[in-house]
């Protein structure tokens, strides 16, 4: 019994290394290396005064799949709206606020409306495989 409890434990610890550890700074460091890329990833395709859609809302479309195909834990609709949330968070109010070098991170409302956006493809795949029962 005592075993197992360890195991769930490390598994555990694993996880949130993942969760909180390792995708936050992939994420950091795809936004850092496509920025400093010769592609303009701000260029925009498509705005009103509530949505903003740049090449960045693609990325995101692809980087949510990637995390619902890949991701090797058990993942929730909620655990990955956490995920979403979370990163914005982290985009939007914290890296900026860390140094004056990472302003860039920050974005406007439309954009960060485009990015709670971007990710409802992957959410019906996600609901697809939670539930192919």
Same mark, same amino acid.
């Given at each position: 019994?005592? $075993? ?7 598994? +555990? ?7 909180? &550890? ?13 920025? *400093?890329?010769?592609?303009n990833f701000n260029y925009i395709l498509y705005e009103n005064k509530f949505i903003? =859609?740049?090449?960045?809302?693609? $990325?995101?479309?692809? *980087?949510? +799949? =990637? ?5 090797? !834990? ?9 995920? $979403?949330? &979370?990163?914005?968070?982290?985009? /939007?109010? @914290? @890296?900026? /606020? @860390?140094?004056?070098?990472?302003? !860039? ?22 609901? /697809?495989?939670? *539930?192919? *029962?």
């Amino acid at each position: 019994m005592k $075993i197992n409890s360890s195991i769930i434990k490390s598994q +555990n610890k694993k996880q949130y290394c993942l969760d909180l &550890g390792f995708l936050p700074l992939l994420g950091f460091l795809l936004v850092y290396m496509l920025t *400093n890329s010769p592609i303009n990833f701000n260029y925009i395709l498509y705005e009103n005064k509530f949505i903003l =859609i740049d090449y960045w809302f693609f $990325i995101h479309i692809i *980087n949510t +799949n =990637i995390v619902v195909l890949f991701y090797p !834990y058990n993942l929730t609709i909620t655990k990955f709206w956490g995920f $979403i949330i &979370g990163w914005e968070i982290l985009e /939007n109010l @914290i @890296i900026p /606020n @860390i140094d004056e070098s990472f302003y !860039y991170f920050k974005e406007d409302i439309r954009d960060t409306i485009g990015d709670l956006i971007a990710p409802l493809p992957s959410i019906l795949l996600l609901y /697809n495989l939670n *539930n192919k *029962n």
